[in-house]
């Protein structure tokens, strides 16, 4: 069983709505991830939070807000989404970078935007 | 810069069978590692194995076995007597020392038939 256990597993949300997703790991990892996955890709880098600080924003749009409120929760705050931004969102834990630590991934959530 | 590719989309095989899933990666790191992860269709990335690249040695986890060879800059998993259950999407990754973030190669969807 995964050790990084995300929520809610499926959201369907309007394009007004706020919404937030939810990660929360217990492996003592001080990185921490999201990334989205569309359909038959790879999954994309989003954000890296690295001792609690925002320590990689990969140019995503103002719309998806993370917050690390403490070493083992994360989470993404999403306003005024759009269709396109329907997709599998992951959440990771790792230790910090410095060895090339493997990085352990959640089930994700599935969100789509209507 | 980084690059992995999995040259093969889809391979569909027939129960136990054997199957081999390719990884080429390109780096100018001397000090970089190697992932696989299964991707079934709940969502979740499964971590199967890390490889160093000052180990060349390969491994054998069950059916499953890992061919490291860097005079050929390759990663290649292979399933033998292939199982149902084995069905999924399975990723190459590569991660530079010090680097916070995989390279995911696109991924290869092997599915296995009964």
């Known amino acids: 069983d995964t050790e990084v256990t995300q929520t809610p597993k499926h959201l369907v949300m309007g394009m007004t709505n706020k919404k937030s997703l939810k990660c929360e790991q217990h492996?003592?990892?001080?990185?921490m991830y999201w990334y989205k996955q569309k359909a038959k890709k790879p999954p994309e880098l989003m954000f890296v939070y690295s001792y609690e600080k925002l320590s990689i924003n990969e140019s995503v749009p103002s719309r998806f807000s993370p917050e690390c409120p403490n070493s083992s929760l994360l989470n993404l705050h999403l306003h005024a989404l759009q269709p396109e931004d329907s997709a599998l969102y992951l959440c990771?834990?790792?230790?910090?970078?410095?060895?090339?630590?493997?990085?352990?991934f959640g089930e994700g959530s599935w969100l789509t935007v209507v | 810069a980084q690059k992995v590719t999995q040259a093969q989309t889809e391979i569909s095989v027939v129960e136990k069978e054997d199957v081999t899933l390719d990884c080429v990666y390109e780096t100018r790191d001397t000090t970089y590692y190697l992932f696989w992860y299964k991707q079934p269709p709940s969502g979740e990335l499964v971590f199967l194995i890390r490889?160093?690249?000052?180990?060349?040695q390969n491994e054998i986890s069950g059916r499953y076995s890992w061919n490291f060879q860097k005079s050929t800059s390759s990663f290649n998993f292979t399933i033998t007597a292939s199982q149902v259950v084995d069905s999924a999407v399975y990723f190459c990754?590569?991660?530079?020392?010090?680097?916070?973030?995989?390279?995911f190669g696109p991924g290869t969807r092997l599915s296995v038939l009964p």
């Open positions: 990771a834990s790792s230790q910090p970078r410095g060895s090339g630590n493997t990085i352990y």
């Open positions: 990754a590569l991660r530079v020392r010090y680097g916070q973030n995989f390279v």
């Open positions: 492996m003592g990892h001080r990185a």
């Open positions: 490889r160093n690249s000052f180990d060349e």
